[in-house]
């Protein structure tokens, strides 16, 4: 990398004159190096050095916008092929398919659940992120009544898919001013497409059997001045998906072939098993992902799997550390400490709340680290849980003394205990097991 940064530094005008944002031209060719900062930050740099630098420094898959609004979201600038090697950053859309063949109200349904339904989850609200409108009858007249039930109900990111560039025309004069995403240019009908994707400013899904088309077809697209793209691979089976996916990934975070280097699309709804079309899709580099409405179960599943592939592997999600209410606890309800990685936290929380028994959670300051590994790591210490007491104003909140630990911090309770000067009781080392022992043990 410092090769790199300093092969960067010989292409910068070292002028010095930080407007940039940095203090030197070596500091902004690290950061340049590191994919930090873009190269259009220089005024100085030539058209020449731009070109050069901008092809190896800007991000490998380009970030594409999808809809406009508080409702849009970002796809591709990811930079790695497994997500331990850093981590992946914009999670796919899951968009749900609609057919102008449906009735206006159920049209108008699904487009309300995609503009509704919330999963929360470890403290997150998860969401679905579009729709995707299919003029599966063919007539331009149904097309225009279908994309018209939509925009009556939400302002949602869509993906208008249709062969008939009448009806794609039509549709656009109902929702262009959204910039939505137009499927699918091939080679045959590329032209046509990528003039209406200009005209409206729209993105563009682009379709090709074979990786060499599909590098060929993007080429093709960005000199007719679409630079906007997803691609969709064609796969007719999942191991198509799987090796074809990969293997943009792969050539495009190589910059081996940088014309594969935008984000991938996949229409789940094709494959005779969709709920494993969508999981492999979250996890093999699908950007935008096309579902029937899903069941409740298959939402959670694919909401949960996709909120997990895309944490960041090297930050476990934390809360912050504190003093927290579940119900509405008086001066004698128990005080239960626990460690301020989310899933903990939550976890617990959701217990205490089924028991119906007013709480105080103690939160500290483990880094995001669960109990087992803090206590292993000797994070979780009886300093830490004395100095959260004394900040958090535990003493001022209840009237005894007497401290709740997680079970798997058992060997810290003599400590503890001789640290804070409470009476330190020892809880269930499950979770799911902190309802019975609240019942059963506490008394204030
Ligand atoms: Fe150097 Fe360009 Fe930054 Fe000025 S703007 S400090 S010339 S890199």
Not at 217 to 230: F, I, M, P, R, Y
Not at 260 to 275: K, M, Q, R, S
Not at 428 to 441: K, M, S
Request: hydrophobic residues 40%.
């Amino acid at each position: 990398m410092a090769l790199k940064a300093l092969d960067i530094y010989k292409l910068l005008p070292k002028k010095n004159c930080k407007e940039c944002g940095d203090p030197t031209c070596l500091t902004f060719a690290m950061k340049l190096a590191a994919g930090k900062a873009d190269v259009d930050l220089c005024p100085y740099l030539d058209t020449n050095a731009k070109s050069v630098l901008g092809a190896t420094t800007r991000p490998p898959i380009k970030l594409v916008k999808l809809g406009v609004g508080e409702r849009s979201f970002g796809i591709g600038e990811e930079f790695v092929l497994y997500r331990h090697d850093k981590t992946f950053y914009h999670p796919p859309g899951i968009m749900f398919k609609i057919k102008d063949t449906q009735s206006e109200e159920e049209i108008m349904a699904v487009t309300a659940r995609v503009r509704d339904e919330t999963l929360t989850r470890v403290g997150t609200d998860l969401k679905f992120n579009g729709v995707v409108i299919v003029n599966t009858s063919g007539t331009v007249e149904a097309y225009t009544k279908a994309v018209a039930a939509v925009e009556k109900t939400a302002g949602l990111p869509e993906i208008l898919v249709s062969d008939n560039p009448a009806a794609l025309t039509a549709a656009l004069s109902l929702c262009g001013s959204y910039h939505p995403t137009l499927c699918a240019a091939t080679p045959e009908n590329f032209r046509q497409m990528c003039a209406l994707a200009k005209q409206h400013s729209c993105r563009l899904v682009i379709r090709a059997p074979s990786l060499e088309a599909l590098a060929q077809l993007a080429k093709d697209c960005v000199s007719e001045g679409v630079t906007n793209l997803l691609l969709d691979p064609a796969p007719q089976t999942l191991g198509d998906f799987i090796n074809r996916s990969t293997a943009i990934r792969q050539l495009a975070i190589t910059r081996a072939v940088p014309d594969l280097g935008y984000p991938v699309y996949l229409d789940a709804t094709g494959f005779p098993d969709e709920d494993a079309a969508i999981a492999l899709g979250i996890v093999k580099y699908a950007s935008v992902i096309v579902t029937s409405p899903l069941s409740l179960a298959s939402a959670k599943a694919a909401l949960t799997l996709r909120q997990n592939i895309y944490t960041d592997p090297q930050k476990p999600i934390q809360m912050n550390p504190g003093l927290y209410k579940v119900g509405t606890p008086g001066k004698d309800a128990p005080v239960l400490m626990t460690v301020n990685f989310s899933l903990t936290y939550f976890t617990l929380q959701g217990y205490i709340e089924s028991s119906r028994i007013p709480c105080f959670m103690l939160i500290v300051d483990t880094e995001g680290l669960s109990v087992l590994t803090s206590v292993a790591a000797g994070k979780l210490n009886e300093t830490l849980v004395r100095d959260a007491i004394k900040k958090f104003g535990v003493e001022n909140e209840v009237s005894h003394r007497k401290l709740i630990i997680p079970g798997y911090s058992a060997p810290l309770s003599g400590r503890i205990e001789e640290a804070t000067g409470w009476k330190v009781l020892v809880g269930p080392r499950d979770a799911a097991e902190i309802g019975d022992y609240l019942h059963e043990q506490w008394k204030p």
